[in-house]
Every structure is written in C-alpha cells, then in structure tokens.
C-alpha cells in the first residue's frame, strides 16, 4: 500500500515502473477477486488431477511387478505405453481408427443436423413437441444399442448400420436440448424481433439461436460423446473393422499384449475428446455472457 | 424439461392421444416393413413368440438371470453414485481434485473395459461391475451437482434445529436434491440394463444378451426381435414412469 502511495505522489517518471505493484495494480481491478479464485480452483484442479493420474500410473507400474496382480489382469504402465507407441505405427490400427473415426463423424453430423431441425420443429410446432417428448426422453440415447443386433441383420454387417444407431443417439440430445433452450428464450428477444420486424430467418439467427445457444452447445458434447460411445459400444458387439471390434477380436484371438494398448488408446482419446468439449463449452458460453 | 407453464387438461389428453398414435404408427410401419423384408418378422407374430418366450422355464433363467443382474447393479451404482456425490458436492477440494478426471471417465466408452473386468469377476460378476459403471455416472454427477446448489438457509436450519448427520441427510439435503436425483436414477436405470446386455452380448453363461446374439446367429429372427423388444419395453417402461413422477415433483 504505502509503495503505491509513494509511486503516486512522485512525480518521476523513473521511479513508476520501478515499484512493482503498479503493473499488477494496474490489472488487478479488472480481475475481480471471485476470478482470481476461480482461476486458482482451476489451477488447483489442473494440478491434483495430474497428481493422480501419475498416482495411477505409478500404481499400475508397481501393480505386476510386485506380482500384486499378474501382467496378463493388467500389464504395467510402461509396457502399455511402449505398445500403444508400437501401435501408432502400423497400418491395421490407422485403418480401424479410419473407420471408427468415420463413423463418429458421420453420426456427428446427421445427427447434429436431425437434431437442430428437430428442435426446431418442435419449438414451432409445440404440440408435436410434447407428444415426441415422453419418448426422447425415455430412450434417452444409450438404449439405442440395444437395436444393434436388428439392425445388422436388416441392413449388414457394416458401417451404415453403425451410423444410423449412432446417429439416433447422437440426435436425441441435440433435439431435446435445442427444444429446451428455444422454449426458454426470454418473451421480451421474440418481442424486439417483432418491433423490428425480423423476416423468419433473421429471427431465427440472430434471436433465437443465438439465445438458445448455451442449451445448444452442450447438446451438441453430449450428441459427440453419445455418437462416440454407441460407435464403438456397437463395433464391440461384432463389426469387421474398427477399434472397439478390433478389441473384442484381439480379446478372442488371447493376444493381451495389443489389446490392451488398444483400450489404452481408446480411453486415452476419449477421455482428451471429453475434456477438450468441455473446454471448448465453457469458451463459448463464457463469451456470450460477458 | 422445464416446461414454461403448467399444460391445460385438454392439452395433457392431446398429448397422451398423440403419444398412442405415435406408437401406432410405429407399430404400423414395422407391419409394412416385415412384409417388405423377409428378416423383420410381422409386430403380430414377435409378439406371439414373446408371449411363448415368457411360459418357457429356459427363457424364464436367462430373463431372471438378466433382471437380477440389472436390479443388483442399479442398487450397487446408485448408492456408489450416490455416496461419492454427496461426498463431492459437500468437500470442495475433493470435487475439485477429481471433476476433470469425472467428467473425462463420462465420455469413455465403458465397454472396452469389459476384458479387463472379465479376468477378475469373472463371468457371473463382470456384468454386474459393468452396469455398475455403467448407471453410476449419471447419480454421481446429479447428486453432486444438487447437493451444490442446495441453498444456504437450508445448512443453516439444520445446525439450529441441531439436526444429526443422519437426519440432515434424510430431511434437508435428500428432499432439496430429489429432482436431480430422479434424473439420475431415470437415466441410471437404461444405462444400468444397458450395460449388463452389452457385457451379455460380449460373453456370459445365462441371460437375454446370450440369447440375443446365439438366436442373431441361428438366425432366428422373430426370436431375436421378441427379445429385444422385451428389453427396450421394460427400460422405456421404467425410465417413462420414472419421468413422470420426475414431473410431478417439480
């Protein structure tokens, strides 16, 4: 307190950069001391989450070594790495990625868009909303995979029959959450538009997306998380490529070894997918409402 | 879903009438669909090999067998869930110590776990463990997210009426929480039935998965379809009437 005071009394130009809490007094306003809190929360969570996961891997290192479990439960971590590495650089697991990641990808983008145009309908059209309503939410995506079985034998064993489960999966919550954040716009935006006389599709993309937006975002993590997990979930069941198969034929085939850097693999890039999502999320739903 | 206001009579019967059409409607395109293709046996006939399914004491084992492991791990993950979300929700250093690791386990896809579980619960209990991963993320982040935002006054009263730890949890913070906890155990219940057919249809002895997948590859279709079909019936009927109650409890 008392450098501050002195740096604003002298009037040297000299002396203002040398005491130190200028710069950061400078700043510190602008930073509320809520934001500062929840920057050190992150900080703190950032690092605690790195300290268990390197406790995991310790343990799981330690784990077969000390023959508290035996290597083929579950190998140690290096062995793991070291073959997860080895992975990376053959031609079968690219292919199984090519294809898995091809149809996420697909089911993302049908379902997104089914999804969007869904919600849409249902936002204008109420009636039909709330008669689709019950059903949405009780197949709440996941039971979807169930149909799988059925769903090979009327279209094959191949990636549409995938998409198309992974697709409906992906779409439910993309609909329900559009239905929800267009529901919960605020009268007085559809007003504004009104007194402005907004033509259809101004209202709709500069009102009611823009305003629905946070709902919209996250159904879309979910519809990616949901395309993700019923992608490989079905290929696990029984596929001719892809990396949940690709699992489940090394499983059968008793080759542990590969295996499990196939898992390691998978749980690695979905659990990066999921965080970066979240990330991305809070970036966006942050930016509109400051 | 918040819906902006309380629906009028006439819309509630709309609503229910719709609903029936919607499923009749889907009743009667998987008709037209069983004539056009050979392998969707008719909706009649499913059916009737349904009911068949249901007298026969074989059948009667693997849906019993599928049932308890169902119900046990729902009960199993929902009080996991249930606990470690109460446990997070109340310490802030531990919730925030473990969200990230939370929120990246949610979007994995459980399954491939399966071969690792199998070796160490074998079959009997691998299924059990799996739809107990499974149904255990959706209470867990419910509760802890509800037990969150529970407001302070509601702390406050407890500590004045000196209320005991059990009482807290039974009168204060169960009731404050009780729609993020339906939530949770709606979706819990799908994901719990969903997670133990999966598994099945991986590897196990007795149960409707097993059946499913051996009746796949007999090709016996309307067999197959019967089955499915009790299972998508019984979840829907389930997380349906637990969404009702999640309604009226609003």
């Known amino acids: 307190m008392r450098t501050a005071a002195m740096a604003h009394q002298s009037k040297e130009p000299v002396t203002v950069p040398e005491t130190t809490p200028t710069g950061t007094a400078a700043a510190a306003p602008a930073m509320s001391p809520r934001r500062r809190r929840r920057l050190g929360d992150a900080t703190f969570s950032g690092i605690a989450t790195t300290i268990l996961v390197a406790l995991l891997a310790v343990l799981c290192e330690i784990g077969p070594r000390a023959g508290w479990w035996g290597e083929e439960v579950l190998p140690s971590t290096s062995s793991i790495v070291a073959s997860a590495a080895d992975l990376l650089g053959q031609p079968q697991f690219w292919g199984d990625a090519a294809r898995t990641s091809l149809e996420i990808g697909l089911s993302i983008v049908f379902g997104s868009v089914l999804g969007l145009l869904l919600g849409l309908v249902f936002w204008k059209l109420p009636t039909v909303g709330r008669i689709f309503e019950p059903y949405l939410v009780s197949f709440y995506a996941v039971p979807m995979v169930l149909f799988y079985p059925l769903a090979i034998v009327v279209v094959g064993i191949n990636a549409s029959s995938v998409v198309i489960l992974a697709t409906i999966m992906a779409t439910i919550p993309v609909a329900l959450n559009t239905t929800v954040g267009l529901n919960g716009i605020r009268p007085v935006y559809l007003k504004l538009a009104r007194s402005l006389q907004c033509s259809p599709r101004q209202l709709l993309t500069s009102i009611a997306l823009p305003a629905a937006a946070p709902f919209i975002v996250a159904g879309l993590r979910l519809g990616v998380v949901y395309a993700l997990i019923g992608s490989i979930a079905m290929e696990f069941v029984t596929a001719q490529a892809g990396l949940g198969y690709r699992i489940r034929y090394l499983y059968e085939i008793f080759d542990n070894q590969t295996m499990f850097a196939y898992i390691f693999v998978v749980l690695v890039v979905s659990m990066i997918l999921t965080a970066l999502l979240v990330a991305v999320e809070k970036l966006l739903v942050k930016g509109r409402t400051q | ?250």
């Open chain 2, 1 to 250: 879903m918040p819906v902006a206001r309380p629906l009028t009579l006439k819309q509630r019967h709309g609503q229910f009438l719709g609903s029936i059409a919607v499923a009749f409607a889907v009743v009667l395109l998987w008709q037209i669909v069983s004539g056009l293709l050979f392998v969707v046996p008719a909706p009649a006939r499913t059916v009737a090999v349904l009911a068949s399914n249901l007298t026969d004491p074989d059948y009667l084992v693997d849906a019993r067998e599928t049932a308890l492991a169902v119900a046990t791990a729902f009960v199993i993950g929902t009080l996991l869930g249930g606990l470690v979300g109460l446990v997070l929700g109340l310490v802030k250093p531990v919730r925030l110590a473990t969200e990230p690791l939370i929120v990246a386990l949610n979007g994995v896809p459980k399954i491939v776990l399966y071969p690792i579980l199998l070796p160490i619960f074998q079959l009997g209990g691998s299924k059990i463990v799996m739809g107990v991963l499974f149904c255990l993320f959706p209470v867990l982040i419910n509760v802890a997210a509800g037990v969150r935002h529970i407001p302070d006054v509601y702390w406050k009263l407890a500590r004045s009426v000196q209320a005991s730890w059990l009482q807290t949890l039974v009168h204060i913070i169960l009731p404050a929480i009780r729609r993020p906890l339906l939530t949770g155990l709606r979706l819990a219940v799908s994901l719990a039935v969903v997670g133990v057919v999966l598994s099945e249809f991986f590897a196990t002895r007795y149960g409707l998965g097993r059946v499913v997948l051996q009746t796949y590859g007999h090709g016996d279709y309307p067999e197959m379809v019967a089955t499915i079909l009790l299972l998508i019936v019984v979840s829907f009927t389930i997380s349906m009437l637990l969404w009702r109650w999640e309604k009226k409890v609003q």
